[in-house]
């Protein structure tokens, strides 16, 4: 039963969320009362089942027609797939959510610089513009929205180092949802909550994005509505970001819908041809990329409004171009033919995931062979991307471990568990790779 809610949840929360707290849940049965018990790795996940996803398994057990009406959790005894889950996910927890004396940390690439404006994003960079130059008397808060890939995540990073630099000394609190949740936790279970409202309250502007993450989750909308009033109170700057408007924030609570509606709403729209064209011109010029003309307009046609896909495919024109190259580190002229092998790769049915087109996607943002990544050698230049296709191979297709240990020359599934674990947590606090995490997510997805 546990694993068909499981399924259900997989494609609610996100892939972070599952393997964190579901995915180490185990079933131990069904009372006749029809209370599901429930087993799970460490203290840290019963209090996360039961604060916010007990109202979500139990509507997924009513949408499969379990006969499931309540659950109930307990740390699991047995010492056997303890032991396994307790590496994977006690200590690493742990570690990862020790939120101590961090500082906002920012990608530079995310720029008010760097940030194309189009007519589809105009209102939005202007008024983030603006929070950055009077904190809390602009627009307060600033509630952005947009669909994937708009850049919403660039425009928080952009305003949140222009604030540094405008104001030094300011203290820029900077969280994804997902965070606020994971350390509200985490300071529930380890009787801290006064250092987590310390942290967020002493806030001189607080950023937080997608916010939609936090829908259905009470307790943490909650402790999110106490930190809004205290701060909003201190007239400090608060920055949102999702990807509806509040009002249609599935299961986001009536009084923070209404403390976002006092701020500004700015949303960002699918970019238009022509900001297309002017984000490919910019993007390639970055990248050192000429693409004629009947290029430029192929790809502003037929690529969708996703612009983190429009870089991965301007990626991968780069790889194709330096591969038709016989001269390492030169490049053939990029030209139509490579542009619609790249667009293939890219458009609608995405890749296939597989195993094979996982290594090929990851060995080629490495510039390796595919075949490099099943090498026994424990070189950086080969540990790291194989790390990240055992990550990607894990979530995107759902392999076990020891599965993925054989297809990576036959390594031990503590060794893919430890490379799993140390990429889940590098990509919390390493932007880049994050970012590379979601582009490759977005092809196989
Ligand atoms: P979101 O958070 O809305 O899903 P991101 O902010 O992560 O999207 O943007 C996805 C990628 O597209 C990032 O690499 C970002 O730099 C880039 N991007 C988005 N919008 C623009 C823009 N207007 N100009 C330049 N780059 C952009
Ligand atoms: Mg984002």
Not at 87 to 110: C, H, I, M, W
Not at 239 to 257: A, N
Not at 385 to 413: D, T, W
Request: hydrophobic share 40%; charged share 25%; glycine share 4%.
């Amino acid at each position: 039963m546990w694993n068909e809610i499981l399924s259900e949840l997989r494609t609610e929360v996100s892939p972070e969320s599952y393997e964190t707290w579901l995915e180490p849940i185990q079933e131990v049965g069904l009372e006749g009362d029809g209370t599901l018990r429930l087993a799970t790795p460490n203290d840290s996940v019963v209090l996360m089942l039961k604060v916010e996803y007990r109202q979500r398994i139990l509507d997924a057990a009513a949408r499969l027609a379990l006969p499931v009406r309540e659950i109930d959790a307990a740390v699991r005894s047995t010492p056997a797939p303890a032991a396994i889950a307790n590496t994977r996910y006690g200590p690493a927890v742990q570690q990862t959510l020790d939120f101590k004396d961090r500082s906002a940390s920012f990608n530079e690439k995310y720029s008010f610089q760097s940030f194309v404006v189009g007519s589809c994003n105009e209102f939005a960079h202007a008024a983030a513009q603006a929070v950055a130059a009077n904190p809390a008397r602009a627009y307060n808060p600033l509630y952005i929205y947009g669909g994937v890939g708009m850049g919403k995540t660039h425009l928080i990073h952009a305003i949140g180092q222009q604030l540094q630099s405008n104001f030094s000394g300011m203290r820029v609190v900077y969280v994804s949802s997902e965070q606020f949740m994971n350390e509200m936790i985490h300071s529930l279970r380890y009787d801290k909550m006064s250092s987590f409202h310390e942290r967020f309250r002493t806030a001189d502007a607080l950023l937080i994005d997608d916010i939609q993450v936090l829908g259905s989750r009470e307790r943490t909308q909650e402790e999110f509505f106490h930190t809004f009033n205290a701060l909003h109170n201190l007239g400090k700057q608060i920055v949102i970001s999702s990807d509806m408007p509040p009002k249609q924030v599935p299961g986001l609570v009536d009084r923070l819908k209404s403390r976002f509606a006092w701020g500004l709403m700015a949303d960002i729209q699918a970019p238009d041809l022509e900001t297309k064209m002017a984000i490919i011109d910019r993007k390639a010029d970055e990248a050192g990329l000429v693409l004629p003309e009947d290029v430029r307009a192929m790809l502003a046609t037929q690529l969708k409004s996703n612009i983190r896909e429009l870089e991965g495919l301007l990626l991968r024109l780069t790889a194709i171009s330096s591969m038709a190259s016989r001269h390492v580190g030169d490049r053939v002229p990029i030209n139509a033919a490579m542009a619609k092998q790249a667009l293939r790769s890219i458009a609608g049915s995405a890749d296939q995931a597989s195993l094979a087109s996982i290594m090929d996607a990851v060995a080629q943002e490495f510039d390796l062979q595919a075949e490099q990544l099943r090498q026994k050698s424990n070189t950086k230049a080969i540990a790291y991307p194989r790390q990240i296709a055992m990550y990607l191979c894990k979530n995107v297709l759902s392999m076990s471990l020891p599965e993925i240990g054989r297809a990576f020359g036959g390594k031990h599934h503590t060794t893919v568990l430890h490379s799993i674990n140390k990429i889940v947590k590098l990509r919390r606090s390493d932007a880049k790779l994050d970012d590379l995490l979601h582009r490759l997510n977005d092809r196989f997805n």
